[in-house]
């Protein structure tokens, strides 16, 4: 009932920034989080950011300072503001969100690519 499209992934400079949107469409108000998670090669996916239907943000200690995750037009995409990359932000990047229900239901994008040089 909910697709997620992420885009503006690439190839950045160590320290350099990239912004990644996520556009939500469908039943749009049956989300309550959205956030952004990374997996690179060989590791376990892991929470980048989240941000609640109340604006309310969590970051992972790696990111914090550096991105900044926010609600867009209406609560229609979230965006990923991301600064000072680092090598060890290369990952494939998925949007997330969930459902208030009972069990929650998760929805991914497809992921997009971010590739940061050294």
């Known amino acids: 009932q909910v697709r997620l499209v992420e885009s503006g992934g690439g190839v950045v400079q160590a320290g350099g920034s990239l912004r990644l949107s996520c556009a939500a469409s469908g039943n749009i108000f049956r989300i309550s989080v959205m956030g952004w998670y990374r997996q690179a090669p060989g590791r376990q996916r892991e929470l980048v950011a989240s941000?609640?239907?109340?604006?309310?943000?969590n970051y992972a200690d790696f990111v914090k300072g550096r991105f900044i995750i926010s609600r867009e037009n209406a609560k229609n995409t979230v965006t990923l503001q991301m600064n000072s990359l680092k090598p060890e932000d290369t990952a494939v990047y998925y949007c997330?969100?969930?459902?208030?229900?009972?069990?929650?239901?998760?929805?991914w994008g497809q992921g997009t690519q971010v590739t940061v040089s050294s």
């Open positions: 941000i609640t239907s109340g604006a309310n943000t």
């Open positions: 997330n969100a969930a459902t208030p229900t009972t069990p929650t239901r998760v929805y």
